[in-house]
C-alpha cells in the first residue's frame, strides 16, 4: 500500500472514530475529496482557490471574486465564486450516480447513469454565464439579507454535457409540461435528511434551448466538487440558482416547480416596484427569470496610479442573461459623457462578450471609470442601485474602478 | 504524528459545538490556547461576533448550522431580525428560541443595526499601486 493511501485510511477510520459514524463509500472517495464532511477550515487548498478569492461564508461555503480576478475569457476554475445553500454532499459514488427523469408531466419515469448520458446523447459545449441573483446584494439600503456578495458573483466558464432537451426528447414529455424542476444530494443545514437545501429549476421553455446543458465536464475536465461533481444543470443567463448541483433528479412539472427556494421571497422580486423598505406580500412576489445587463471591468484593477500622458488601456466583459449586449461604453466624468468601447461578439450564446478601449486623461487627479453596458433591447445599466427588493437581487448597476492620474 | 494533533483539533472544535452554554463561558478563564471563547479586541475570536451581553446565546443557537460570518455579514432592524428567525423556523428547522429570541434579537439589532448607504456609496478601501510600465 503507497504510504499516502496508507495515510488517507488510517486517517477515514480516525475521522469515523471522531465523527462516531462510519464514512460510506469512505475508499472509494474521489483523491481530493478528504475531510469535506468536516468543512475543512482551508478553502483555498480544499477548493483550489486563487488566494485573492474573498470568502464571505464557511458554512454554507460562499466565495466570491474580485473584479480583476475575472480577467480571463473563459474563467479559470481558481477564480468561480461559490455559492453553496446547504452542505456538499458527503457521498459522492460516481458509478452509481443516476439522474432520474419524473413529474406530474413526463409519460414514463426513466434513469440515466452517467455512462448511458455520455454515450447515448450527443455531447455539446458552451461558455456560459453563471451570476448569483444577489450578485451586488451589499450595495441595497436598507440592507438586504443574505451573503452580502458585492462584484464577484458571477463566471463565464465552459460547460460541456448533453441537452437537456435531447434527454426529455428521449423521455417524452407530455403537453401540459410547464416547468422543470431539479433534485440533488447536497445536505441541509440543519443535518435533516427530508429537507432539501434547494430544489429550483426553470420555465420549459428555458429547459428546451439548445444552451440548457446535463453538464459533465467544466472548463474540459471533471466539474470540481464544489460546483456540482458530478452533474450540474446548467441554464445560462439566469439567476445560477437555476444550475443545480450534484443533481440526481429533473422533475418535468405541470406547474411552476415549488421545491425550495422556490417561494417566499427566495429568488424572486416584487412584481411592482416598492419604496426601499417595503414590506411585501408573497403573493405581489414572482420568480427572477433572466438575469439583467451588466459589465465589469477586469483590467486594470481598481487603484492603478500612472503618470498624464499615457493612454489607459482598459477592458472587461458584459452580458445580458438571455439578451446579448448591444454597445458597451465608459465614462470618466460620472457619466457626463460617454465613450463607446470595442466590443466582441459572445462565444456563443449566453456567454459574456469582451469589451476594450483606450482611455487618455485631460489633466492629473483622481477619476473613476464607470462601464455600462446596454442590451439587445435597448435597456442599460442603471449608475445607481436599481429597485430595492426584500432580499436584493438584480444589483447591475453600473462598476467603477478608481485611478489616479499623476 | 502531524495527523494526530489536527485530527485533535478538529475533535475538540466538533465536541465544542455541543457544550452547554455555561460550561463554555466558564472556559474564558482557561489558557488560551485551549480557550475556543477567547475574546480579542471585544471581538469573540472563533466566531468573529462582538463580544457583548447575550454573546454566548447567539453562539450556542445561531451557529449550529451556519457559520456566524452570516450573522456579521448582515444590517437588520428588530423586525427584519425577528422576520429572518421566523423564516429559519419556518424552512431550516430552527427550534422555537422561547426567552432567548429577546437577547438574541436585542445583541443584534445593537451589534448589527441597519448600516445607511444611500442610492451609491463612495468606492472605499482603494488600494493604490504603480500601473506597469506601458
Redo the contacts between chains.
Keep these: 500500500m503507497k504510504r499516502r493511501q496508507f495515510v488517507k485510511k488510517s486517517m477515514m477510520g480516525s475521522l469515523a472514530s471522531v465523527l462516531g459514524m462510519n464514512i460510506v463509500y469512505g475508499s472509494s472517495m474521489p483523491e481530493n475529496y478528504t475531510l469535506l464532511g468536516l468543512q475543512d477550515p482551508d478553502p483555498f487548498k480544499m477548493f483550489e482557490l486563487d488566494s485573492s478569492m474573498l470568502v464571505l461564508n464557511n458554512r454554507p461555503w460562499n466565495i466570491e471574486a474580485q473584479a480583476h480576478l475575472l480577467d480571463d475569457k473563459v474563467t479559470p476554475n481558481s477564480r468561480m465564486f461559490i455559492r453553496n445553500n446547504g452542505l456538499i454532499p458527503k457521498e459522492i459514488d460516481e458509478k452509481n450516480w443516476t439522474l432520474t427523469i419524473d413529474g406530474e408531466s413526463v409519460k414514463e419515469a426513466r434513469s440515466f447513469t452517467l455512462e448511458e448520458l455520455k454515450s447515448n446523447f450527443k455531447t455539446h459545449s458552451y461558455q456560459l454565464t453563471l451570476e448569483c441573483g444577489g450578485n451586488g446584494r451589499s450595495e441595497f439600503d436598507p440592507p438586504a439579507k443574505g451573503n452580502q456578495w458585492t462584484v464577484g458573483a458571477v463566471h463565464c466558464a465552459k460547460w460541456t454535457g448533453v441537452r437537456l432537451k435531447d434527454v426529455l426528447n428521449e423521455v417524452g414529455i407530455l403537453e401540459d409540461a410547464v416547468y422543470i424542476g431539479y433534485h440533488a444530494r447536497d445536505v441541509h443545514l440543519s443535518g435533516d435528511s427530508s429537507k432539501e437545501p434547494i430544489s429550483r429549476g426553470v420555465p420549459i421553455a428555458k429547459a428546451l434551448q439548445d444552451e440548457t446543458l446535463i453538464a459533465f465536464e467544466m472548463n474540459d475536465g471533471p466539474i470540481p466538487l464544489a460546483h456540482g461533481f458530478p452533474l450540474r444543470l446548467v441554464a445560462g443567463g439566469w439567476p445560477a440558482s437555476a444550475s443545480g448541483k450534484w443533481i440526481d433528479r429533473i422533475s418535468i412539472r405541470n406547474k411552476e416547480h415549488d421545491g425550495s427556494k422556490m417561494q417566499g421571497s427566495s429568488y424572486r422580486v416584487p412584481k411592482n416596484p416598492v419604496a426601499p423598505g417595503e414590506k411585501v406580500d408573497e403573493k405581489d412576489m414572482e420568480v427572477i427569470e433572466s438575469m439583467p445587463v451588466k459589465s465589469l471591468i477586469t483590467n486594470p484593477k481598481s487603484g492603478a496610479v500612472f503618470e498624464l500622458g499615457r493612454t489607459l488601456d482598459i477592458r472587461g466583459h458584459a452580458w445580458a442573461g438571455e439578451q446579448a449586449v448591444a454597445k458597451m461604453e465608459y465614462s470618466i466624468d460620472f457619466g457626463s459623457t460617454w465613450s463607446e468601447c470595442n466590443l466582441e461578439r459572445p462565444a456563443n450564446r449566453l456567454a459574456w462578450q469582451h469589451f476594450r478601449a483606450s482611455i487618455e486623461f485631460p489633466e492629473t487627479g483622481y477619476y473613476e471609470i464607470w462601464a455600462r453596458a446596454t442590451d439587445s433591447n435597448g435597456k442599460s445599466q442603471p449608475m445607481l442601485v436599481p429597485g430595492w427588493n426584500p432580499k436584493g437581487y438584480l444589483n447591475n448597476a453600473c462598476h467603477r474602478i478608481a485611478v489616479k492620474v499623476t | 504524528m502531524g495527523?494526530a494533533i489536527v485530527?485533535f483539533l478538529?475533535?475538540g472544535f466538533?465536541l465544542i459545538r455541543f457544550l452547554p452554554e455555561e460550561t463554555a463561558s466558564n472556559e474564558k478563564k482557561t489558557d488560551l490556547n485551549e480557550d475556543p471563547n477567547r475574546i480579542e479586541n471585544g471581538i469573540h475570536v472563533r466566531t468573529g461576533l462582538v463580544d457583548d451581553e447575550g454573546l454566548m446565546t447567539v453562539v450556542a443557537n445561531c451557529t449550529a448550522?451556519?457559520?456566524a460570518?452570516?450573522v456579521t455579514?448582515?444590517?437588520?432592524?428588530e423586525e427584519?431580525w425577528n422576520a429572518?428567525i421566523r423564516?429559519m423556523q419556518e424552512?431550516?428547522?430552527?427550534w422555537d428560541l422561547g426567552d432567548n429570541q429577546e437577547i438574541i434579537v436585542n445583541y443584534l439589532v445593537k451589534n448589527y443595526p441597519?448600516?445607511?448607504?444611500?442610492?451609491?456609496?463612495n468606492?472605499k478601501n482603494?488600494?493604490?499601486?504603480?500601473?506597469d510600465p506601458?
Design positions: 495527523f485530527l478538529i475533535a466538533w448550522c451556519h457559520s460570518q452570516l455579514q448582515n444590517r437588520m432592524n427584519r429572518t423564516w424552512t431550516q428547522n430552527l441597519p448600516i445607511e448607504k444611500g442610492r451609491r456609496e468606492l482603494i488600494e493604490w499601486y504603480d500601473l506601458e
